[in-house]
């Protein structure tokens, strides 16, 4: 199986900060990866595809890179509705697997 | 627009079986694969399966064999999962998610809208 592994798997932001969340797969997947928001008691939310192409509807504020092994999502001008667990999941190869989350909360 | 419904949900006693179903509204149901995902309550995600469009094809996890089984009834754009011999592991919030094609071979699926959940809890 590919295991994702995100990092770090928390961090404290402040209102307008920039940040990135790094997921490293353990062999190569192409650019067959997603991220996914989830607020809490809430179900995810698809935030990108293809590891960069944004979903439909999801500000630009939300970007996506990488390929291969290493993938990275961005936020930029975070926003009190922006905190959440983020995660990443591979496509590429069954079974399908996600990365153990992102937990970003404020700081 | 498009809305995923779980239902079937509920505590349920060790051993015994659960039929959970996911109503898709406000799409061609029949056009799209569909996922099924589950989370125990406080822990990350699980990827439990993928089933094409027609349900002849499905791939699941692995450890899941022989203890889940999939369908879909295109008819009632509706989409099964039943789980046997249900044990304490299999707590969770299960989520029905859209799947949307990349054409290649193998196919691949992505996915792009989530049901909100239905909570199993098993439980003596």
């Known amino acids: 199986d590919i295991q994702l592994t995100q990092s770090p798997s928390s961090l404290s932001a402040s209102v307008g900060d920039r940040l990135t969340i790094t997921c490293r797969a353990s062999q190569d997947i192409r650019s067959f990866l997603a991220w996914f928001q989830q607020k809490p008691g809430k179900a995810p939310k698809s935030l990108i595809y293809g590891a960069s192409t944004l979903q439909s509807g999801v500000p630009s504020k939300f970007s996506g890179g990488g390929s291969k092994t290493e993938f990275t999502l961005t936020i930029s001008n975070l926003q009190p509705e922006d905190f959440a667990t983020y995660y990443c999941h591979q496509y590429y190869s069954y079974p399908y697997t996600f990365g153990q989350g992102t937990k970003v909360d404020i700081k | 627009q498009v809305q995923l419904v779980e239902s079937g949900g509920g505590m349920v006693q060790p051993g015994k079986s659960l039929r959970l179903s996911c109503v898709g509204s406000?799409?061609?149901?029949?056009?799209?694969?569909m996922h099924w995902v589950r989370q125990v309550p406080g822990k990350g995600l699980e990827w439990v399966a993928v089933?094409?469009?027609?349900?002849?094809?499905?791939y699941d996890a692995d450890p899941l064999k022989g203890r889940f089984t999939f369908s879909r009834d295109n008819s009632k754009n509706t989409l099964f999962l039943e789980i046997h011999s249900l044990g304490v592991e299999d707590t969770a919030i299960y989520y029905c998610?859209?799947?949307?094609?990349?054409?290649?071979?193998?196919?691949?699926?992505?996915?792009?809208?989530w049901g909100q959940g239905t909570l199993v809890t098993v439980s003596s």
């Open positions: 089933l094409a469009y027609d349900g002849r094809n499905r």
């Open positions: 998610a859209r799947g949307r094609v990349v054409v290649g071979v193998p196919a691949r699926y992505y996915i792009d809208y």
């Open positions: 406000g799409f061609s149901f029949s056009d799209y694969p």
